[in-house]
């Protein structure tokens, strides 16, 4: 319901109503001497001695359901009305109630390494995925802002509430102008372009795009508080302590933060799930055409478009997110393989000081520890 419409039509009510009532005491009888009490009390005398009381009571009635009305439409989540889509809010269900789910956890062993000075990242750790333990790390379970590698829960929770790809969410300047204020970085969906729900998925990783991720959140849940809502719900499901997130895009929030050792765990879990692994791991991407993209919009990897050319030898980089806020440093959560032995490893590095220590620190780990 249109809120504006709404209070626009009780407005008009209302002036209706107090232009009747001010008629009615005009033509009403006077009773100017008290002397008119003597007179016999009739019916009609009652009626005109009630009326005030019953029109005062009526309006108090109306004013109540209006009230009720309003209250309900402001008390929704805050970007119910982004967008005229309807949710698919049927098909959500809650983590907190799914019993089977798999808890992912990584041993430290004796032969757990420190990692090096060379890399001067606050957080890191690389996990051996086929033995699940750990090979190296460096404050693995401090608490640490993600920047955009949130987005990876945010993908993978997005995915498991899908019911069909091929859906539409129209975007809306009311998603796209504050990201633009806020200089998130965003895949370039245009107002009122219908996206598919796949292209919002890839559009939230490959560049990262906070509108994508925004237009999954509001179809799903009807806003960015649901999703985000469901997120910690996964994030307790998967039997993590060091993780909270407030948003679904990484944008700074104190109260939003992670660990190394904990995104290890998000990512494992996305790359159990067949279309989080395949969009994490693309390289590029182009949308269906749209009326304002014609031709598409092609989309490529924030995580290869530097690292392709630079990659270790021993060692494939198979995908995976960056991600950067003033706050949070750069931060990257990849996962790849030895090309001899093919054995998987998930690396994450939180808060190293620049672009470039923060790539090349993932690639001296592969090289050191991925073996």
Same mark, same amino acid.
């Given at each position: 319901?249109? !809120?504006?419409?709404?209070?626009?039509?009780?407005?008009?009510?209302?002036?209706?109503?107090?232009?009747?009532?001010?008629?009615?005491?005009?033509?009403?009888?006077?009773?100017?001497?008290?002397?008119?009490?003597?007179?016999?009390?009739?019916?009609?005398?009652?009626?005109?001695?009630?009326?005030?009381?019953?029109?005062?009571?009526?309006?108090?009635?109306?004013?109540?359901?209006?009230?009720? =009305?309003?209250?309900?439409?402001?008390?929704?989540?805050?970007?119910? !009305?982004?967008?005229?889509?309807?949710?698919?809010?049927?098909?959500?269900?809650?983590?907190?109630?799914?019993?089977?789910?798999?808890?992912?956890?990584?041993?430290?062993?004796?032969?757990?390494?420190?990692?090096?000075?060379?890399?001067?990242?606050?957080?890191?750790?690389?996990?051996?995925?086929?033995?699940?333990?750990?090979?190296?790390?460096?404050?693995?379970?401090?608490?640490?802002?993600?920047?955009?590698?949130?987005?990876?829960?945010?993908?993978?929770?997005?995915?498991?509430?899908?019911?069909?790809?091929?859906?539409?969410?129209?975007?809306?300047?009311?998603?796209?102008?504050?990201?633009?204020?806020?200089?998130?970085?965003?895949?370039?969906?245009?107002?009122?372009?219908?996206?598919?729900?796949?292209?919002?998925?890839? %559009?939230? =990783?490959?560049?990262?795009?906070?509108?994508?991720?925004?237009?999954?959140?509001?179809?799903?849940? %009807?806003?960015?508080? %649901?999703?985000?809502?469901?997120?910690?719900?996964?994030?307790?499901?998967?039997?993590?302590?060091?993780?909270?997130?407030?948003?679904?895009?990484?944008?700074?929030?104190?109260?939003?933060?992670?660990?190394?050792?904990?995104?290890?765990? =998000?990512?494992?879990?996305?790359?159990?799930?067949?279309?989080?692994?395949?969009?994490?791991?693309?390289?590029?991407?182009?949308?269906?055409?749209?009326?304002?993209?014609?031709?598409?919009?092609?989309?490529?990897?924030?995580?290869?478009?530097?690292?392709?050319?630079?990659?270790?030898?021993?060692?494939?980089?198979?995908?995976?997110?960056?991600?950067?806020?003033?706050?949070?440093?750069?931060?990257?959560?990849?996962?790849?393989?030895?090309?001899?032995?093919?054995?998987?490893?998930?690396?994450?590095?939180?808060?190293?000081?620049?672009?470039?220590?923060?790539?090349?620190?993932?690639?001296?780990?592969?090289?050191?520890?991925?073996?």
């Amino acid at each position: 319901m249109d !809120n504006e419409q709404n209070e626009k039509n009780y407005g008009d009510y209302f002036k209706s109503l107090e232009k009747r009532i001010s008629y009615e005491k005009s033509t009403a009888p006077k009773t100017s001497t008290p002397k008119s009490r003597s007179r016999k009390k009739g019916s009609f005398y009652k009626v005109i001695r009630l009326k005030p009381a019953f029109i005062l009571c009526f309006i108090a009635a109306v004013i109540t359901a209006a009230s009720v =009305i309003i209250v309900r439409s402001k008390s929704s989540p805050k970007t119910q !009305n982004l967008n005229q889509d309807s949710p698919d809010s049927e098909i959500l269900y809650s983590y907190s109630k799914k019993k089977d789910e798999e808890k992912i956890s990584y041993s430290f062993t004796d032969s757990s390494s420190a990692i090096p000075d060379t890399n001067d990242a606050a957080g890191a750790i690389i996990v051996n995925l086929d033995t699940h333990s750990v090979v190296a790390s460096r404050e693995a379970h401090t608490r640490l802002y993600p920047a955009s590698t949130t987005k990876i829960l945010t993908l993978l929770t997005a995915a498991e509430n899908i019911s069909d790809y091929e859906k539409t969410f129209t975007m809306t300047r009311s998603i796209t102008d504050p990201l633009y204020v806020a200089e998130a970085t965003v895949a370039g969906f245009s107002d009122g372009e219908k996206v598919k729900m796949i292209d919002l998925l890839y %559009g939230t =990783i490959l560049p990262s795009g906070a509108d994508a991720a925004m237009g999954l959140a509001v179809k799903l849940t %009807g806003s960015e508080e %649901g999703l985000v809502k469901l997120m910690n719900e996964k994030i307790k499901a998967l039997g993590l302590k060091d993780t909270h997130f407030t948003n679904v895009t990484g944008l700074y929030d104190e109260n939003h933060y992670t660990t190394a050792y904990d995104m290890a765990v =998000i990512l494992e879990a996305a790359l159990k799930n067949p279309i989080c692994k395949k969009v994490l791991s693309t390289y590029q991407y182009t949308t269906a055409a749209t009326e304002q993209h014609p031709d598409g919009i092609l989309l490529s990897a924030t995580l290869f478009n530097y690292m392709y050319g630079t990659e270790p030898q021993t060692a494939t980089i198979e995908g995976g997110k960056t991600g950067f806020v003033n706050e949070s440093g750069y931060c990257i959560a990849s996962y790849g393989s030895n090309n001899e032995t093919g054995t998987k490893y998930i690396v994450v590095t939180l808060k190293n000081s620049a672009r470039w220590p923060a790539f090349y620190g993932q690639i001296d780990l592969y090289k050191q520890f991925a073996k």
